[in-house]
């Protein structure tokens, strides 16, 4: 499987830097049959990265996230509207819960509002989040340990994974890179996909916060359906389509408005 979704994604880089793939380039290329490449054209098309032509494929351009931004990059983005989703976000952490907060500038920005919660534990891979999370006394904090990424300071690996196996949670706060009705939630590196799904199954409640310039795109690797998350958290940018669409499927949208 991980070799499967090395290929696709090295696929799909050939994709966004060229616009076009060959399918018998690519066998060649990867050393697998034609139908294998069909199969793989065929996953990159369904989640609207490519479209198939004759012989090959070319980039759908529509609603692609073409360039994972490094973590610096990201904290200067929307900041504000994280700012304004991290404070309403941490209104629903209650006093005997335990939470996971996925790592990411959003989920840090909850982090910083929990300085006075009690009898809660929180558990993190993000190295910042920890970081910020580590003056706060009170908060009884454990750490996903494994191998760290640094384009976003967070941990994954199978350290990480065994981890998480054992522990049961109230609710995961999980940030996103795509958020697409058809699609789904999404996310640019598989491990950390591997990862999230492992973090939505330990949790009872599924609470996706993110600035609104997340929906409509979609990246190479699901987590999960749009219809197994509980709450949304987003700013006032969200489009109605999104709103009334998830609000139709029984999904709470919470709006963080801005001072």
Not at 99 to 128: C, E, M, P, R
Not at 139 to 152: A, D, F, P, V
Request: glycine letters at 8%.
């Amino acid at each position: 499987m991980r070799d499967t979704s090395s290929r696709r994604e090295k696929i799909s880089s050939t994709l966004k830097t060229a616009g076009s793939v060959q399918v018998l380039s690519l066998a060649e290329r990867f050393g697998v049959s034609t139908v294998t490449i069909r199969k793989d054209l065929k996953f990159l098309e369904d989640l609207g990265i490519s479209k198939r032509t004759y012989g090959g494929a070319i980039l759908n351009e529509g609603n692609i996230r073409i360039v994972e931004r490094a973590i610096e990059h990201k904290e200067q983005l929307y900041a504000k509207e994280k700012s304004e989703i991290g404070k309403v976000a941490a209104q629903y952490v209650s006093p005997g819960d335990a939470i996971i907060l996925d790592s990411g500038t959003t989920t840090f920005q909850i982090a910083a509002q929990l300085a006075d919660k009690k009898d809660v534990t929180v558990i993190t891979n993000g190295l910042n989040v920890m970081n910020k999370l580590a003056h706060f006394e009170n908060l009884e904090l454990i750490m996903l340990g494994g191998t760290l990424r640094r384009k976003n300071m967070s941990f994954f690996g199978v350290h990480a994974e065994q981890a998480l196996r054992e522990l049961h949670v109230d609710k995961l706060f999980l940030g996103v890179d795509g958020f697409h009705m058809e699609k789904g939630i999404t996310t640019h590196f598989e491990p950390e996909a591997q990862l999230n799904r492992l973090m939505r199954k330990a949790a009872s409640n599924i609470i996706v916060v993110t600035d609104s310039s997340k929906f409509g795109k979609v990246c190479l690797h699901q987590i999960l359906a749009v219809e197994q998350v509980s709450t949304v958290i987003t700013d006032s940018g969200i489009a109605d389509e999104y709103r009334t669409g998830l609000e139709n499927i029984g999904i709470s949208v919470i709006v963080a408005e801005q001072d």
